[in-house]
């Protein structure tokens, strides 16, 4: 993660033009987009500080600083949040045992959505624990804690290009989402590992990572094809788990009486049959 700040602002002068922010286009570019002393110019500081900014090597950083750079590089909400994470990054240690940080009550809360495919995940999008309906869809039950890191899955098991129809929009929210922890979490070495192996091992990975996008994954919808039930769509919600900041509940929300609620009822009666 060493660099992240400079590597950030520098992919987002990239998507801006000049002539967006009324400066003149002239003279040959190196790069696209604002060169960093326009940047500077722009948000009220000096060149040098700007340079010492992007390099990492600057002073502890104001919050009037930093929104006025946002402002320049029209920074979205998470980009805004994600460039205060690694701007001042606040060094944490590895986390403890993850599964054992799951409370008994959160694993009630899950039992009880016995309709909606339900788990918990942390920072690195570790699947924790879950509930049946959701082991039916995606099979947590049956795998090791390699095939329950959802990053890993996605990108590392082919079987994931042929679960998800819409793969590459997926892999991109995915990405993004993971970005966005791993700011928030610069002294995790597991989550460093964890980039650095799907670098290795997924060239789509290591393209979407270098275009730095960042945007939180707590609502939409996903397609699934599963090889009982069929093509799904699956509207998800998250929930912070209070008390434990890192782990949020997903929540497969389908409209009750719709084809996906009722094949999600059937995969979830041919489940119990397989195991009983």
Not at 112 to 133: C, E, F, I, Q, S
């Amino acid at each position: 993660m060493d660099g992240e700040l400079g590597d950030f602002l520098r992919s987002r002068r990239a998507r801006i033009r000049p002539e967006e922010r009324g400066l003149p286009s002239y003279g040959r570019r190196r790069v696209p987009g604002l060169r960093r002393e326009e940047v500077a110019q722009l948000a009220g500081v000096s060149v040098d500080y700007y340079v010492r900014l992007e390099q990492g090597r600057g002073p502890s950083v104001s919050d009037a600083v930093l929104d006025a750079v946002a402002r320049v590089l029209r920074l979205d909400a998470a980009e805004r949040e994600y460039l205060r994470a690694v701007a001042r990054p606040h060094r944490r240690g590895a986390d403890g045992p993850a599964a054992s940080r799951v409370r008994p009550g959160v694993r009630l809360v899950l039992d009880g959505m016995d309709r909606n495919p339900a788990y918990v995940l942390d920072h690195r999008m570790d699947v924790l624990a879950w509930n049946a309906l959701a082991d039916a869809l995606l099979g947590f039950d049956g795998t090791g804690p390699e095939g329950r890191s959802l990053p890993r899955r996605l990108f590392l098991d082919p079987a994931a290009r042929d679960l998800y129809p819409d793969w590459p929009a997926v892999a991109a929210q995915t990405v993004a989402h993971l970005r966005l922890k791993a700011g928030h979490h610069p002294g995790d070495p597991a989550m460093g590992e964890l980039v650095a192996e799907l670098s290795r091992g997924c060239a789509e990975f290591r393209r979407l990572w270098a275009d730095h996008l960042v945007k939180p994954c707590d609502q939409g919808v996903k397609h699934v094809r599963h090889p009982v039930a069929g093509l799904l769509t699956l509207p998800y919600e998250t929930l912070v788990v209070p008390g434990a900041a890192d782990l949020t509940i997903v929540a497969y929300t389908p409209e009750p009486g719709s084809e996906t609620a009722e094949r999600l009822a059937l995969l979830g009666s041919w489940a119990t049959s397989q195991t009983g």
